[in-house]
DNA sequence: CCTGCTAATTGTATAATACAACTAAATAGG
DNA sequence: CCTATTTAGTTGTATTATACAATTAGCAGG
């Protein structure tokens, strides 16, 4: 693999932090907690999870998966259920008004992503996606 | 382009954000203030920069590239030269120590990007190469 | 029962960034 | 030339997302 191709990665993922980043700031206003719209799917893929799968799951310290789970409770997105087999532990469970939160809110974002592929032919989407989550996949693998 | 590709995009990008701040609030430690590398990098690259440029260009506010400048210029990377045509204005340039800082700071981070690539095929990290930098152009264009 | 481990919550701190306010220099228009 | 407006940059303050630290209570095993 060429020295170019890995400094441009490097580079550009560098830059696509600051831009996405530039992006969130300009949206502080938002009724979901920007940072907890990836728990609120996580849950939603998960079916019921407790804090600690979560926090293992999206590499977060168990904190911050309490903090923005009771956020997302209170605001009724998610249920937190008791665990019948261990007193200390909770599951957290979608609600129905999560699940349009979400699928609301998705949408949303993804308006902004058709936006910005305006132009890209189907073969680059399905790469860049493909690419995309074949890198997160090493990421999280990694080590 | 199909609603899939989208969906993948949108899911992928949110979760590499999410991985890259994990990865990086795990180095907490680093000589180079994490946040000023790409401020650096692009002193490097236009070779002699104001403030509201390099905020322009960065997608920052210029009171954030007026600290992290300030850091820099207080680390040696970078020095402050009046702006001859402008009372109010400066330049700041890189000094040899930033390049050398720079390089070595970059190389660590091709490091770790050389580790994720592992088994990746030399199309692949063209590939993705090429459509971050496509994706990275389109964010800056858009509007 | 006791001790060590674990789940989750709460306290506190950190880092990156933006909005607000300010100072001073430059510019535009009469 | 003068005045009002704009602009470059710095400093003050606030916000957000997150982690580290401390605490409480439940669980597991001897």
Redesign the pocket.
């Known amino acids: 693999m060429s020295e170019d191709s890995k400094k441009m990665i490097e580079l550009e993922l560098t830059v696509l932090i ?1 831009l996405l ?2 992006i ?3 949206k ?1 206003k938002e009724s979901l ?3 907890a719209y990836l728990l609120l799917h996580q849950v939603s893929v998960q079916g019921s999870s ?4 979560l926090a293992d799951e999206l ?6 998966v ?5 956020s997302l409770e209170h605001k009724g997105y998610v249920e ?1 259920v008791p ?1 019948p ?6 599951f957290y469970k979608m609600t129905e008004l999560g699940e349009q939160e979400l699928v609301q809110h998705r949408q949303e974002r993804l308006n902004g992503i058709t936006n910005l592929l305006n132009g890209w032919s189907d073969e680059e989407c399905r790469e860049f996606g493909q690419l995309l989550t074949k890198f997160n996949h090493a990421i999280k693998e990694r080590k």
């Not at 407790?50 to 799968?53: C, D, E, F, I, Y």
């Not at 309490?66 to 009771?70: L, T």
């Open positions: 600051r980043t530039s969130t700031s300009s502080r907690d920007r940072a407790g804090v600690k799968a590499k977060l310290d168990i904190s911050t309490s903090r923005q789970a009771a937190k665990d087999q261990d007193g200390r532990a909770f």
